[in-house]
């Protein structure tokens, strides 16, 4: 029996690791998170009746307490419930499925704790992966990833440590507005980038992929969790997402996972990692699949992505000013403030303005996230208000 925490169990990647669960009776789950959606909650905890529950605000914890007094489940709330479902004695496991750099200071706790990470939330290590790295080392825990080209990359790379990679190659689907033109983009609507061709997701982690700014962020978390430099991490577009991703070796081998674009594969992998599980539904076909096919990205439209490599190339805190400067323009976004090209635009700019340090602690990481959140009002300032 595995006993797992969930952060972030209502969203995309925490209902399906909840399917997950329900396919294996040898996962437990001890604690479930989540932010608002606490009709949801309630139904999640008394099918999977966890030891701890923890929604973001008090009144709705209050009123969770309320709905769920027959069943003696724990509600907790805020920042200090998240640590204390992040820390939970009987959890083996976190999976980290909350959204945004909130996961940075419950992750740090659970490695503390001495708990295996599997990671979905790649905010967290692009802004502190120099922290959480060596303290996971530190602490002998893993970090697994979800995300599934850094699950891709993690199988390609098992029975190949002492290999010498000469290149991952992060493969990316070009999201629904690859091909256009920067002047194209000028008029797309909220509507047309949530329309992801080949993944169902979050708002958020959608929109990031439109801007190609998620891949950005997945170059810095490859970076992290396989410790390569940036020169050898190489971004394809691949627009079938079969292939979801591969690792390159000095002899020019190119070792690659493919399947259907589905998370539950690297949650389940993640969960139960060195071993395989069965897996409901469809299996790929190659005869199905017919064609793959492999593209440049175009660095110059979707020049989110080039900022990415300029921030990881910067170091210190650039990658944190980025990450935050693209969560708050997102989030604008999908309040219908900003256009879909003020994204990048914003993320440009608190690169040039909010203040640079070079070895960000953890309370610098966060004092930066504030003071580019304050940057970006301060710059939508009118909009915001008239809004
Ligand atoms: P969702 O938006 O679908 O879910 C986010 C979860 O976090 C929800 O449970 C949400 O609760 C909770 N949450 C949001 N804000 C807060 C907050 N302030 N405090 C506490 N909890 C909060 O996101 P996804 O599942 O799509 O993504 C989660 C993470 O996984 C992201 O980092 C994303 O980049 C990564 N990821 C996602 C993939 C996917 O396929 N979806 C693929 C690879 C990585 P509530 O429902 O109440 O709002
Ligand atoms: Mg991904």
Redesign the pocket.
């Known amino acids: 029996m595995k006993s797992i925490s969930i952060l972030g169990s209502t969203g995309s990647i925490g209902t399906q690791t909840l399917s997950v669960v329900d396919e294996n009776t040898d996962l437990k789950v001890v604690a479930l998170t989540c932010g608002k959606n606490i009709s949801l909650m309630e139904k999640q905890a008394r099918k999977y009746k966890p030891k701890l529950v923890c929604v973001s605000g008090e009144e709705d914890a209050n009123s969770l307490r309320v709905a769920l007094k027959d069943t003696g489940i724990k509600v907790t709330s805020g920042m200090e419930g998240l640590i204390e479902a992040a820390t939970m004695e009987e959890a083996d496991i976190v999976l980290t499925a909350i959204v945004g750099m909130i996961g940075i200071r419950p992750t740090i706790a659970a490695i503390e704790k001495g708990k295996d990470i599997a990671l979905a939330n790649?905010e967290t290590l692009v802004t502190a992966g120099h922290l959480i790295i060596p303290l996971a080392k530190k602490h002998q825990v893993s970090i697994l990833p979800v995300?599934?080209?850094?699950s891709a990359i993690f199988q390609c790379l098992q029975g190949n440590r002492e290999n010498t990679v000469d290149k991952i190659l992060l493969t990316a689907s070009g999201g629904p507005f690859r091909g256009k033109s920067y002047e194209e983009l000028e008029h797309v609507t909220l509507e047309d980038a949530l329309h992801h061709p080949n993944w169902s997701m979050g708002k958020k982690?959608t929109i990031d992929s439109a801007t190609m700014v998620?891949k950005g962020l997945?170059v810095m978390e490859a970076r992290w969790l396989f410790d390569v430099p940036l020169s050898k991490i190489q971004v394809t577009v691949h627009p079938q997402s079969i292939l979801h991703s591969a690792v390159q070796f000095e002899d020019g081998a190119i070792i690659g996972q493919l399947g259907t674009p589905d998370m539950r594969l690297p949650i389940l992998y993640a969960l139960f990692y060195p071993h395989r599980r069965e897996l409901s539904g469809e299996k790929p076909d190659l005869f199905d699949i017919g064609s793959l096919t492999f593209e440049k990205p175009d660095f110059e439209t979707f020049y989110g992505l080039q900022l990415a490599f300029d921030a990881a190339n910067t170091g210190g805190n650039m990658p944190t000013i980025y990450n935050a400067a693209n969560e708050r323009a997102v989030a604008l976004f999908l309040q219908g403030r900003i256009s879909f090209l003020e994204i990048p635009e914003l993320i440009s700019k608190s690169m040039v303005e909010v203040d640079f340090c070079d070895d960000p602690t953890l309370e610098d990481i966060l004092e930066t996230e504030q003071n580019t959140y304050e940057f970006i009002n301060s710059v939508c300032f009118r909009k915001i208000k008239a809004y």
Do not use: Q, R, T
């Open positions: 790649k995300d599934s080209e850094h982690i998620n997945e």
